[in-house]
């Protein structure tokens, strides 16, 4: 169904970086006060929080909370591997639109970098025999076979991402020459035909969305256009002759294209009618794959596509406009809340070099673990 | 001094050196699906008896990635590797390593299964796991 009366209240991240010197409450507790300060309030005027992370030991969300203020709220940790942020969006807006509270808090935060004792991990076992970019690297090659994508189509939209988030000083990768496919095939081998600067980079950071009433944030934030989240749809795996029980492995695409269907036909728009969208390019191929999933071409149609650029900044429908995963980073657990970020700074004028012009309408789309999909749209008021 | 799997309930190991192994899994009773490994439930038809099933791992290459991002030295020795995703001749699609002697792994190529060992343990205990080999080849 499509979602009434919830609008985007405040969003902020951290820098997505390796951030050896700080720690993970540290960067939570950035995010957390910067998305209060943003909307001009304190703990005091949120109704429910959902925070989460993929690895941080039990029970870090509320301790992070107690950062923020000591309010009695309830406070639900959310996980969901890649796609936790995202979750995490949905549920405080679920909060809201379900009359339970009149603003809500989506908090996410990760440090690959500094795993705290007790941080989730790879399960032993005949899985970890294979490295998991074996698994992109899996599906990159079925996918030449099927299709006959080339290396340079990858690198080419590799080099697009790590060129947007040249515009993106919170992102992980700054370089400070334009990127070139050449560059990114020359990089090292990970899993063929995938290099190094083909996949994201972890590191660690924190992001955080709040979700209100629409009168809430036109009282709070005057002036401010409002952006509305239209609707959210989660799916998991469907079984499909050829699914894959043991791996690492990724579920079949259609996850996505089921997620985005039922996240279009709720908000009553199409692909068409998206201005820019935010995908789940933890591998550089994801994103060939997504463009048919998300329906922003035809089934066999992704390479020409990214050939005819359309999916650069400036082209007819910009993709990773702050530099996707690939680039911006993929902390895995806030990177879904990175993307509400740009997603709010672009539908309100707010993204600088990169701005989307006159952007109105965006998707957000995550995979988690390679066993869930969820699809988020947006919309500004006219 | 025996040979241990890596992991329980994926690989039957053979009593006697040279027998062939077996992928562990199962079939559903109702609709003749097979997984490996063994599942609870059958997720093509949600019927709740299934058997036990040992397969021989005969068959079709689906996809393969040249692996060349180390693992820990616990796991497996070797700075590079190669991954397959193999459509078994017993209905389903597996994922797991290619024998290091492979030459030239490519997408439609006939394969089968075989062992490799991945340490000795102090005691003398052979850890091993499956792999892929080209079918004909001596595994």
């Not at chain 1, 697009?160 to 050449?182: C, F, G, I, S």
């Not at chain 1, 390479?303 to 005819?308: Q, S, Y």
């Not at chain 2, 192994?21 to 063994?38: K, M, N, Q, Y």
Request: hydrophobic share 40%; with cysteine.
């Amino acid at each position: 169904v499509r979602i009434e009366n919830v609008a985007l209240l405040g969003t902020a991240m951290t820098r997505f970086s390796d951030h050896r010197d700080r720690n993970l409450v540290d960067l939570a507790t950035e995010a957390g006060l910067a998305v209060l300060a943003e909307a001009g309030i304190d703990l005091r005027g949120v109704g429910e929080a959902y925070v989460g992370s993929m690895l941080a030991p039990p029970m870090y969300g509320v301790r992070i909370m107690k950062q923020l203020g000591l309010t009695g709220l309830p406070v639900v940790t959310v996980e969901a591997a890649s796609a936790t942020g995202l979750v995490a969006l949905r549920e405080a807006t679920f909060a809201v639109s379900s009359g339970r509270a009149d603003v809500a808090l989506a908090l996410a935060y990760e440090h690959g970098m500094r795993r705290l004792p007790g941080s989730g991990g790879i399960t032993p076992g005949y899985e970890s025999l294979m490295a998991s970019p074996s698994s992109f690297g899996l599906w990159a090659s079925r996918r030449m076979h099927e299709r006959g994508t080339r290396p340079e189509h990858l690198a080419s939209l590799a080099a697009k991402n790590w060129n947007a988030a040249r515009h993106n000083p919170l992102a992980y990768h700054q370089v400070d020459h334009a990127m070139t496919p050449e560059e990114v095939l020359a990089s090292p081998v990970v899993a063929t035909p995938l290099t190094q600067m083909m996949g994201a980079p972890m590191g660690g950071g924190a992001a955080a969305a709040l979700v209100a009433r629409d009168d809430v944030v036109r009282r709070l934030r005057p002036g401010q256009p409002l952006v509305r989240v239209l609707s959210t749809a989660l799916v998991t795996e469907s079984y499909e002759p050829g699914w894959i029980a043991l791996g690492p492995s990724i579920g079949p695409p259609e996850m996505t294209a089921t997620a985005s269907r039922i996240a279009y036909d709720a908000a009553g728009i199409g692909p068409e009618d998206l201005d820019l969208v935010l995908l789940h390019d933890s591998w550089i191929n994801e994103e060939l794959e997504y463009y048919e999933q998300l329906g922003l071409c035809r089934v066999g149609e992704a390479e020409k596509l990214a050939e005819e650029g359309a999916t650069s900044l400036g082209g007819r429908i910009p993709v990773s406009t702050d530099g996707g995963l690939v680039a911006r980073g993929h902390p895995i657990g806030p990177t879904g809340l990175a993307q509400v970020h740009e997603i709010a700074l672009q539908l309100s004028g707010r993204a600088g070099s990169r701005q989307v012009d006159g952007a109105r309408t965006a998707l957000a789309h995550l995979v988690g673990g390679g066993s869930s999909a969820i699809a988020s749209l947006f919309q500004r008021e006219e | 001094m025996a040979r241990v799997a890596y992991e329980p309930g994926i690989v039957a190991l053979p009593d006697r050196e040279g027998d062939p192994p077996r992928l562990l899994g199962s079939r559903c009773d109702s609709c003749g699906t097979v997984f490996h490994p063994a599942r609870p439930v059958c997720l093509a038809c949600h019927g709740r008896a299934l058997s036990d099933a040992a397969l021989d791992g005969r068959g079709t290459m689906y996809a393969c990635t040249h692996v060349q991002m180390p693992l820990r030295p616990s796991r497996r020795e070797g700075r590079d590797y190669w991954v397959a995703q193999v459509d078994l001749d017993d209905g389903p699609r597996v994922q797991g390593l290619l024998s290091p002697d492979i030459s030239e792994p490519r997408i439609g190529m006939r394969l089968a299964l075989g062992l490799e060992t991945l340490r000795v343990e102090e005691g003398g205990d052979e850890i091993v796991a499956h792999h892929f080999r080209a079918a004909g080849e001596a595994g």
